[in-house]
T-cell receptor, first 113, second 115 residues
């Protein structure tokens, strides 16, 4: 079982609130990723990081922001949540070299009302 | 919220049949490909991978085929079981340039196995 954890698993929050979705991994992986996925739909890369102090935007434009101050931690923040942000958010991590399969967390299902 | 992207194609098979799931990838510079299985309410789980210097790789009941000429990847599942019912995604790892380090997922396929 992969050692990557996301909290919370489920979050229902009002419009305009600031939220942070947590993602931590204990495998020492340098690359981390955030994906957005609606039910029954594709995974879209919204942010990724090569390592500490490195962040890049993914293929899908997102109003969220990320930070990577520590190797093991890659939080995602929405400054002002809107109903259009309702979705599932999946965090993943990989090594840089060799076999680079990504390990995924269980996801955070966010509902903005 | 607004749905992002396309609804997924579906494949229905009988238990015991072989299943073939296809995927087209976009970046000819990608050097590593992975198949993932995602069950309802869970994150994707690794099934099998293949590097771009190979065209076939076999695992337990699964085989991945890579055709770089047409940028096509397939996953074959032998003797499909009800527990194989899930959504299957292929992913490509960018090799260089602006794609370096990006793990990008292709369109998934919903596999339903009937007993």
């Amino acid at each position: 079982e992969a050692d990557i954890y996301q909290t919370p698993r489920y979050l229902v929050i009002g419009t305009g609130k600031k939220i942070t979705l947590e993602c931590s991994q204990t495998m020492g992986h340098d690359k981390m990723y955030w994906y957005q996925q609606d039910p029954g739909m594709e995974l879209h890369l919204i942010h990724y990081s090569y390592g500490v102090n490195s962040t890049e935007k993914g293929d899908l434009s997102s109003e969220s922001t990320v930070s990577r101050i520590r190797t093991e931690h890659f939080p995602l923040t929405l400054e002002s949540a809107r109903p259009s942000h309702t979705s599932q958010y999946l965090c993943a991590s990989t090594w840089t070299g060799g076999r680079t399969e990504a390990f995924f967390g269980q996801g955070t299902r966010l509902t903005v009302v | 919220g607004e749905s992002v992207g396309l609804h997924l194609p579906t494949l229905s098979v009988q238990e015991g049949d072989n299943s073939i799931i296809n995927c087209a990838y976009s970046n000819s510079a990608s050097d590593y490909f992975i198949w993932y299985k995602q069950e309802s309410g869970k994150g994707p789980q690794f099934i099998i991978d293949i590097r771009s210097n190979m065209d076939k790789r076999q695992g337990q009941r699964v085989t991945v085929l890579l055709n770089k000429t047409v940028k096509h990847l397939s996953l074959q599942i032998a003797a499909t079981q009800p527990g194989d019912s899930a959504v299957y995604f292929c992913a490509e790892n960018g090799a260089g340039g602006t794609s370096y380090g990006k793990l990008t997922f292709g369109q998934g396929t919903i596999l339903t196995v009937h007993p």
